[in-house]
């Protein structure tokens, strides 16, 4: 395959222009909050209503809280190798990066502390793993309870985010944004 010109010199003037360090540092930075808006509102529904309405919760916000940390031109969201709600399913670069996760826990590393940025095709992009935590089992882990299991294979017939074991790789927070339109 041969590139147009014009194009490889976009993708160069893209890579020159980049400050990785910056971008990892603003990507970094907007993580904390959506995940903290994730947690407050699945504690609040759990608190209001316990696991059925947590779920009901999570299906109707978690994509709404998503698009409210996007800040301009930023796109935050959450994905994972095994995903309870296939518009969640990793792309090609996601996938690569999980899987580069997975082998990393897998040789002992903490999942707490693996994220990876690369300028991929004209954006930077990171991603930073999520651990599987103590309050994430009732819902992802191997022990779900019968009742709440139905409520999940009803909404969410292909899901694949069950099975996890504490501290295991849960999926990942990915961020992307252009670099078209950065300051040189
Ligand atoms: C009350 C049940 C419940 C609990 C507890 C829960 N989750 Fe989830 N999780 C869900 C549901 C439902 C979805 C699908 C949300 C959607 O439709 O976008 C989901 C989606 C996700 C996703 C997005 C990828 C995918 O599979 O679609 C990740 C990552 C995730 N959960 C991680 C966690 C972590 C980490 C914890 C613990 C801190 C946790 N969850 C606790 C129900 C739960």
Same mark, same amino acid.
């Given at each position: 395959?041969?590139?147009?010109?014009?194009?490889?010199?976009?993708?160069?003037?893209?890579? %020159? $222009?980049?400050? @990785? #360090? +910056?971008?990892?540092?603003?990507a970094r930075a907007l993580i904390p909050p959506?995940?903290?808006?994730?947690?407050?509102?699945?504690? #609040?529904?759990?608190?209001?209503?316990?696991?059925?309405?947590?779920?009901?919760?999570?299906? %109707?916000?978690? /994509?709404?809280?998503?698009? #409210?940390? %996007?800040?301009? /031109?930023?796109?935050?969201?959450?994905?994972?190798?095994?995903?309870?709600? @296939?518009?969640?399913?990793? *792309?090609?670069w996601e996938r690569q990066v999980l899987e580069?996760?997975?082998?990393?826990?897998?040789?002992?590393?903490?999942?707490?502390?693996? %994220? !990876? +940025? =690369?300028?991929?095709?004209?954006?930077?992009?990171?991603?930073?793993?999520? @651990?599987?935590? =103590?309050?994430?089992?009732?819902? !992802?882990?191997?022990?779900?309870?019968?009742?709440?299991?139905?409520? $999940? *294979?009803?909404?969410? /017939?292909?899901? #694949?985010?069950?099975?996890?074991?504490?501290?295991?790789?849960? +999926?990942?927070?990915? $961020?992307?944004? @252009?670099?078209?339109?950065?300051? /040189?």
């Open positions: 395959m041969r590139f147009p010109v014009t194009l490889t010199l976009l993708l160069a003037s893209g890579l %020159s $222009l980049a400050e @990785p #360090q +910056g971008l990892e540092a603003e959506f995940a903290q808006a994730l947690q407050d509102t699945l504690r #609040q529904a759990l608190a209001d209503g316990g696991p059925q309405n947590a779920v009901q919760a999570c299906q %109707s916000l978690a /994509p709404t809280i998503a698009e #409210q940390h %996007s800040r301009e /031109p930023w796109r935050v969201g959450r994905t994972a190798l095994k995903v309870r709600n @296939p518009a969640n399913r990793p *792309d090609a580069r996760f997975a082998a990393a826990a897998a040789a002992g590393q903490p999942v707490a502390g693996l %994220s !990876h +940025g =690369e300028v991929v095709d004209g954006e930077y992009r990171y991603m930073q793993a999520i @651990p599987t935590g =103590e309050p994430c089992l009732a819902c !992802h882990g191997k022990n779900i309870d019968k009742a709440l299991l139905a409520t $999940l *294979d009803a909404r969410y /017939p292909q899901d #694949q985010a069950r099975g996890f074991a504490l501290g295991e790789l849960r +999926g990942a927070f990915t $961020l992307r944004r @252009p670099l078209d339109g950065m300051a /040189p």
